[in-house]
Every structure is written in C-alpha cells, then in structure tokens.
C-alpha cells in the first residue's frame, strides 16, 4: 500500500494513523514483502539535508515515519499538516506484538551487549511466541559485519531491527535488504528501553508532546543535540519562505 505522504526538508513523510499503518505492516508480514522502515525525527531530517548520500539513502525507504513532535510541528507550520506521530518505538512493540500472534521470527542487532542481552530475555518474556534467531551487538568491524550478513541470510527472520543509531542504521539496511524478504527497520536506542535501561516517558508526557522534554529533564547530556532541534526549525522556516 501506497500512503499519502507530506514532504518536510525534501523527506516524504507517510501521513497516516498508527493503526492504519500497523495493519499495513501486518500485511506485508503475512504476504512476506521486503519493507524499509525509517523512523525520522528532526535530527535525522536535518543531517540528511546536509548529507546527500544518507539522504539518497532513506529515500530507498518504502515507509518514513514522523517519529518526533518537531516533525508534525514542521509539517503543520508548512501548510500541510500531518495525522500523528508515529513513533519507532511503539512501531517496534507493534511488530513484536505482531510476531507473538503469529509465531514470526526476529533478528535483533545493535545496543551495549549487556544491554542487547536484556533486551532479549524481556523479548522473550513479553512475547513468548516470538523466536529470536539471531542477536548481535552493535559494535562490529567490516569483517564482522559480513559474518552478521551471512547469519541473517542464513535464518532468513522475519523482522530485522537494527538499533545502530543513524546513518549506520539506514545505510546496513539498504545495503543489506536484498538479502531476506522481511520487515527491515532502524530502531535507534529503542533497544535501551526494551532493556529497562532507559524509562520512557510516562503516557501523560507522551500524550501532551512533551516526550521530548522529559527525555532532555531525565538526561541532561541530550541538551547538546538542541542546537540541532533549533537547525531543523530554522530550515522548516526557509522552506517555508520559498
């Protein structure tokens, strides 16, 4: 299924609801199709307008999700509002929810090994139907990205997620995902979270807008991806002008 989409900075944003496209995501499942996923906030805007091999990069993506309230502020502020957010994170339970139901398989790459390690037995605690097949951290040289390659080839899961942090993320990916018909998707830290390493915002946060702020009050080091947020505005405002 094609979705509508609204271009912010030049990125095609799928403008839909999260049902709609979590149904959709079910589909493609079932009929096993090769998908691409990037989940894209401000700061993944922003340095694909500085970037072109990364922005080419995304544009091989058959869904870009608005991940970040900045993005829907962006959107709106151009005249062409977009539905709702539609986070990476809740993408990801979606999809392990969707794997429980149907017994799917799962390759889970990327994260701290102990925090990779955490991940999977919460995985297999939450949703016991779902298989792992494969893991690996996200720390690896060229040889042993091959080796990670060939594992994937070999267990042919039916989700990849690769929480490597942009642009190694999407790049792995669309470099990759001729390699197995699957769900291909780029999870940042979500990975932390599956863990309980990080906690997520409280439901009133995210329900407000205000996920953000909580993230920047409940870790500090985050204010020096700021400058960025104030980047990606000042872009959006420009191409507003124009």
Same mark, same amino acid.
């Given at each position: ?59 091989? /993506? ?31 339970? /979606? ?121 920047? /009050? ?25």
């Amino acid at each position: 299924m094609q979705f509508p989409t609204v271009s912010v900075l030049n990125i095609p944003f799928i403008n839909t609801t999260n049902q709609a496209f979590i149904a959709q995501l079910s589909k493609d499942l079932a009929a096993n199709e090769n998908r691409f996923i990037v989940t894209a906030n401000p700061e993944i805007a922003l340095y694909a307008t500085k970037h072109n091999d990364y922005f080419q990069t995304i544009s091989q /993506a058959d869904y870009i999700t608005p991940d970040g309230i900045g993005i829907l502020k962006g959107a709106t502020m151009l005249g062409t509002p977009l539905t709702e957010r539609i986070t990476g994170f809740d993408t990801m339970t /979606a999809l392990f929810e969707i794997a429980n139901q149907n017994s799917y398989s799962v390759y889970l790459l990327g994260a701290k090994e102990e925090v990779l390690q955490a991940a999977c037995q919460n995985v297999a605690k939450q949703y016991p139907n779902v298989t792992i097949v494969g893991q690996h951290n996200g720390y690896f040289d060229d040889q042993e990205e091959q080796k990670i390659v060939a594992d994937i080839e070999r267990t042919q899961p039916n989700i990849i997620l690769a929480a490597l942090g942009f642009p190694k993320q999407e790049t792995f990916i669309e470099a990759n995902r001729h390699k197995v018909n699957a769900i291909w998707m780029g999870v940042g830290g979500s990975f932390d979270v599956l863990s309980g390493t990080v906690s997520r915002a409280p439901k009133i946060w995210q329900k407000m807008h205000l996920e953000w702020f909580y993230r920047f /009050a409940s870790h500090p080091s985050r204010l020096n991806r700021f400058p960025a947020l104030i980047e990606y505005m000042r872009l959006v405002k420009k191409e507003k002008k124009n």
